[in-house]
């Protein structure tokens, strides 16, 4: 039997999810309260045509994340993911944790018939490119941007 487990975020898991988010965040340099973290997978649990969150969880304890966002994309053709987060707490990570995540979230994306799934790397995250490049991802060439507008 694995050490961990993949499953589809439970109601009961969201305090200690956000706290797995707020630590990835954290590692980006971005901050999002424990309250912004709680109301968006309230949100999306209560809207789950909007994506899903996978929950690495050894015993009870969650020790890795993956959340996709629905998109309708033109590019793609029709609905598509982003994969706006992975994660696997330090002391988990190179044990399979995010090969596992990525895995059940390219299953549930092919399971909804969606066209594709999308993400972003920061450049110098040599291990996870790997990771997506075993699984298929390619690179594009082209550079992200963003406005806060709130």
């Known amino acids: 039997m694995s050490e961990f487990q993949i ?6 898991q969201i305090p200690a999810v956000s706290c797995l988010f707020a ?4 590692e980006h340099a971005v901050e999002r309260s424990q309250t912004e973290l709680t109301a968006g997978l309230t949100t999306l649990l209560a809207e789950p045509a909007q994506g899903f969150v996978f929950v690495a969880v050894a015993g009870e304890k969650p020790i890795g994340v993956a959340y996709v966002a629905r998109i309708l994309s033109l590019e793609h053709g ?8 992975l994660y696997a707490r330090p002391e988990w990570r190179n044990r399979g944790v995010g090969s596992a995540l990525l895995a059940a979230a390219i299953a549930a994306a092919t399971e909804r ?12 995250h040599r291990r996870v490119i790997s990771l997506y490049q075993r ?7 082209r550079t992200r941007f963003v406005r806060r507008l709130n």
């Not at 630590?23 to 954290?26: D, E, V």
């Not at 029709?78 to 987060?85: A, K, N, P, Q, Y």
């Open 78 to 85: 029709g609905w598509s993911g982003w994969l706006d987060e």
């Open 23 to 26: 630590m990835q965040l954290a």
């Open 7 to 12: 499953q589809p975020l439970a109601p009961t």
């Open 113 to 124: 018939e969606w066209a594709a799934l999308d993400l972003e790397v920061d450049t110098d």
């Open 135 to 141: 699984n298929f991802f390619r690179p594009v060439s």
